[in-house]
């Protein structure tokens, strides 16, 4: 057992609800601050089930499918099961609070706060900027609630750490009604720039204040312009849809297209929608698949142009980047690809001299956490990222200063 119950320790429960999985994490606090105990996650809701828990190392604890009886139906059967296989390890620690990771804020909301019935119909009136998301997210937090009666309950939003952007930064070239009617470029996966541009301001002061670009690479894309800690400029947009291309979603795109799709090649919405969030990027452009593995690995030509189009529009992002924040002072890549796929980072900085970013070719392919040259003027790093830890973090925060 992990938490004695002599210790009575305070924990912190994130969950991260997406449409088809809960994910969660337990972390403890110690006299060191908040340690990661337990992680893992129910994937397939609503199909086919499948439950895992890992310890503090990774190392599975727990796995496991159901039978069609016994699986959970949704959300907060998932989290019943999820707080039945915790409940022996965490039985002598005092959940504190529970922290939830909900992809939109809207524009109002700039930091994390405390969930109340206002701030949940506030949640709810921003359902159509994020249908795909916030529903899911609602229902995780409807859960929590109704398992731990009394709870704090925090809610942390992907949108939030992109609210200091300037007007210029985040507005569309519309009339001004739209983005009063809330079309406006929010921005995306603020959890993982933060906790980055937090963990490189603590590890050296100069980072704290340097210009980053900051590359969230994995299923999801996108980069960030952080200056001083704060961010100047992002990728994504209004949706999670704009940017660079990612594992299936297509990333910018002239709207033209949208309207082409539309009125000429008579496609609907619900069919243009599928084919730009679920077979385009990566996985569209190759006919593969949308791991960077598989892809490297298949080495045909559509694979080849796959890979090809993604660095071009990443460096292209990075420069374009680098302009808006007046310079570059180091580089950071995050997530699935940008700390484990080093060609694919290899092809991303090809050309990017004239910025002052180098690579250190032997550190680079062993995923080193510095791998740019020695001595040249921007650093380039690669740091792991920990949305579940921001969130906590937040947690803490909140429930401290309350
Ligand atoms: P998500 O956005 O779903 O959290 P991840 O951050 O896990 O995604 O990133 C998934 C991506 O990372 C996939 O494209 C996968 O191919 C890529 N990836 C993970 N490990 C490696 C590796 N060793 N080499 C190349 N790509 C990798």
Same mark, same amino acid.
């Not at 397939?44 to 199909?47: S, V």
């Not at 000429?264 to 496609?267: A, E, P, Q, V």
């Not at 593969?288 to 791991?291: A, E, F, K, V």
């Given at each position: 057992m992990t938490m004695s119950p002599q210790a009575k320790t305070d924990a912190f429960l994130v969950l991260n609800a997406g449409s088809s999985s809960l994910k969660f994490a337990v972390f403890a606090l110690t006299g060191q601050g908040l340690a990661q105990r337990h992680d893992g996650q129910m994937e *397939?809701? &609503?199909?086919a089930p499948r439950f895992t828990l890992r310890d503090a190392l990774g190392a599975k604890l727990a796995e496991r499918s159901f039978t069609e009886a016994e699986a959970p139906k949704d959300h907060q059967g998932a989290l019943g099961v999820i707080l039945q296989a915790l409940k022996p390890l965490i /039985? *002598?620690? %005092?959940?504190r609070a529970i922290g939830h990771r909900v992809v939109h804020g809207g524009r109002d909301l700039s930091s994390p706060v405390l969930i109340t019935p206002a701030i949940m119909a506030q949640l709810r009136a921003l359902l159509p900027l994020a249908p795909l998301h916030q529903p899911h997210n609602l229902a995780g937090i409807e859960a929590a609630a109704r398992h731990f009666p009394g709870v704090a309950q925090i809610a942390c939003f @992907? %949108?939030? +750490?992109?609210? !200091?952007?300037s007007h210029a930064a985040a507005s +569309?070239?519309?009339?001004?009604r739209f983005y009063e009617q809330g079309? =406006?470029?929010? &921005?995306?996966?603020g959890l993982s720039y933060e906790y980055i541009a937090r963990r490189l301001a603590a590890e050296d002061a100069a980072l704290g204040k340097a210009r980053l670009i900051v590359a969230h690479l994995g299923n999801g894309a996108s980069l960030c312009a952080i200056e001083g800690g704060q961010?100047?400029? %992002? !990728?994504? &947009? +209004? %949706?999670? =849809? @704009? *940017?660079v291309p990612m594992g299936t979603r297509s990333g910018q795109l002239d709207p033209g297209v949208v309207l082409h799709m539309l009125d000429?090649?008579?496609?609907n919405s619900a069919e243009i929608a599928h084919l730009l969030y679920h077979d385009s990027g990566l996985k569209g452009m190759s006919g593969?698949?949308? /791991?960077v593995r598989e892809i490297e690995a298949a080495g045909t030509e559509a694979a080849e142009a796959a890979l090809d189009h993604f660095a071009f529009r990443v460096r292209r992002e990075i420069g374009a980047l680098a302009a808006s924040i007046g310079g570059i002072d180091a580089l950071v890549f995050t997530a699935g690809i940008g700390e484990n796929a080093h060609r694919l980072r290899a092809r991303i900085c090809a050309g990017l001299g004239f910025l002052g970013i180098n690579l250190a070719p032997d550190a680079n392919a062993a995923n080193r956490p510095e791998i740019g040259?020695? *001595? /040249?003027p921007v650093r380039v790093l690669i740091r792991h990222t920990d949305e579940e830890a921001m969130i906590a973090e937040h947690a803490l925060e909140l429930i401290s200063a309350a």
């Open positions: *397939g809701i &609503g199909a /039985d *002598g620690a %005092t959940i @992907d %949108t939030a +750490f992109h609210r !200091t952007q +569309f070239a519309l009339p001004p079309i =406006l470029r929010y &921005g995306f996966h961010s100047r400029a %992002t !990728t994504m &947009g +209004f %949706t999670a =849809l @704009d *940017g000429s090649l008579k496609m593969i698949s949308q /791991d040259r020695a *001595g /040249d």
